[in-house]
């Protein structure tokens, strides 16, 4: 199973038993604050899931009704759980803020705080795998769903620091409090994950691909490149697009500026991985180098 399929599927799996922990802890202490947390996670479970889908289908190849690929499908499932997030966060502040008016007897304090430990241990450990593999593979949605899940663990450790505190102090008001202050974390993160997304589809540019792409052209050896132009880059998921155009010399016949051409493009796909690179050449009177 490709790599970033089967991080999609850990995190589903992995997100829906951490989803029933949590609400087992709820369950058993009737805390605001544990219940922003297993809220939050429905929202991890919803998104893993829609991730999955567009991991598999950003896969695959081009064909005739989208020539540039599927990629950008993982943007769509980032934007998504950005919503899902922002929608959960919403939904967490009004609960915790209902509680702060009301307040609920809270019960089982040491169960509950047990339980949402293990399940911040469980999401930390997957937050950083999944962040780590949608870095690697160029995968949007592995890598927000990942960041999504590392904010699931600050939730969570409020939810510990809520409960500890109760204890200590007896003032209930501090847990649906602290789960005010999870639900404008949480609402942070959404626009913070919306953001990645509408980049992706706006096609935002990415300097360091720019960077890598010069530094390639300046160390290439080939004389019949005077000059270059127009250098674009733009995602499309884990694939990349570059366009350029070169300049070479006019007296060359149309076959030997292609073969420049294929030098170039072959080139600049070894210093991109997972790109693909299209030339077009222009002739130039002048043999000095000036790159535009």
Not at 16 to 27: E, P, Q, S, V
Not at 56 to 79: C, F, I, M, Q, T
Not at 139 to 167: C, Y
Request: hydrophobic share 50%; aromatic share 6%; glycine share 8%.
């Amino acid at each position: 199973m490709e790599v970033t399929l089967r991080a999609g599927l850990i995190s589903l799996v992995l997100g829906t038993l951490i989803t029933g922990t949590k609400f087992a802890a709820y369950f058993f202490t009737q805390s605001a604050v544990i219940l922003s947390d297993a809220m939050e996670s429905i929202a991890n479970v919803a998104a893993a899931a829609f991730g999955l889908f567009a991991v598999s289908l950003a896969r695959k190849p081009p064909d005739e009704n989208h020539p540039y690929g599927h990629g950008k499908v993982e943007y769509l499932s980032a934007g998504f759980e950005g919503g899902m997030i922002f929608v959960a966060g919403a939904l967490i502040l009004w609960e915790a803020g209902s509680r702060l008016l009301h307040h609920v007897e809270i019960q089982a304090i040491p169960l509950g705080i047990a339980l949402t430990a293990v399940a911040a241990i469980l999401n930390g450990l997957l937050g950083i795998y999944l962040v780590r593999v949608g870095k690697a593979h160029l995968s949007p949605a592995i890598e927000a769903d990942g960041r999504h899940i590392l904010t699931d663990v600050v939730t969570s450790g409020a939810a510990i620091v809520g409960l500890i505190l109760v204890v200590v102090t007896g003032k209930v008001w501090l847990d649906p409090a602290l789960a005010i202050g999870a639900a404008f974390y949480i609402l942070w993160t959404a626009t913070s994950l919306l953001r990645v997304a509408i980049a992706g589809v706006m096609d935002e540019l990415h300097p360091e691909d720019i960077t890598k792409l010069e530094i390639a052209l300046a160390s290439l050896q080939e004389p019949n490149l005077l000059s270059y132009s127009d250098l674009r880059t733009r995602r499309h998921g884990h694939r990349r697009h570059v366009d350029l155009t070169i300049h070479v010399p006019e007296d060359l016949t149309v076959k030997q500026g292609h073969d420049v051409a294929d030098r170039v493009e072959a080139t600049l796909e070894a210093a991109l991985p997972n790109s693909e690179v299209l030339c077009h050449v222009e002739p130039q009177i002048s043999r000095e180098f000036v790159k535009k």
